[in-house]
């Protein structure tokens, strides 16, 4: 649940299911993609909220194995 830019509580309250519920989007890349990725977000959307944020990786692992 969060606040939307209307200052409107929004939730997933089983009637709301098919109205507009917050989503949050998490990409991990270099900046010149993020950045392509929110021009065509910002086309699209009509209201919300982007941040972006530096991150430091501390692990990753892959189940990605070589034949």
Not at 18 to 34: A, N
Not at 46 to 63: D, W
């Amino acid at each position: 649940m969060g606040f939307g830019a209307n200052s409107r509580l929004q939730t997933a309250h089983i009637l709301r299911l098919s109205m507009d519920l917050p989503i949050v989007i998490e990409i991990v890349d270099t900046r010149e993609k993020i950045e392509a990725f929110v021009s065509l977000v910002d086309a699209v959307i009509k209201e919300g909220l982007v941040t972006m944020e530096r991150v430091q990786i501390r692990l990753y692992r892959s189940n990605h194995q070589e034949p």
